[in-house]
């Protein structure tokens, strides 16, 4: 059984920054692709990001070039460095594990962690 924690949302003004992080238990973390999603106020939820397991990124278009996702293998967790904050990033974000070189995730959702961009 997959569990994943998501941790680090917050409060910030736009042009902030915040780092988010998801520890994965349960599983063989440095062989997964992994991604991160977000779901906004009545919105649906959408990819953000993935990192396949040797380390090869993408992302989709409105946060490219802002955010920046990363792993460490030696801690099961996977990051997204978010910069540049805009009101529109507002949302859940959740992390999952994916099949890899797609968006697609494996898992059941955590409980995800709330990002707030506003003044």
């Known amino acids: 059984q997959v569990q994943l924690v998501e941790s680090g949302g917050g409060l910030v003004q736009p042009g902030g920054s915040l780092r988010l992080s998801c520890a994965a238990s349960g599983t063989i973390f440095s062989r997964n692709a992994m991604g991160w999603y977000r779901q906004g106020p009545g919105k649906q939820r959408e990819s953000v990001a993935t990192i396949t397991s040797s380390g090869r990124t993408n992302y989709a278009g409105s946060v490219k070039g802002r955010f920046t996702i990363s792993r460490d293998n030696a801690k099961n967790t996977v990051y997204l460095q978010m910069n540049s904050l805009k009101p529109e990033d507002t949302a859940v974000y959740y992390c999952?594990?994916?099949?890899?070189?797609?968006?697609?995730?494996?898992?059941?959702w955590g409980q995800g962690t709330q990002v707030t961009v506003s003044s």
């Open positions: 999952n594990s994916v099949l890899g070189g797609t968006n697609i995730p494996l898992n059941s």
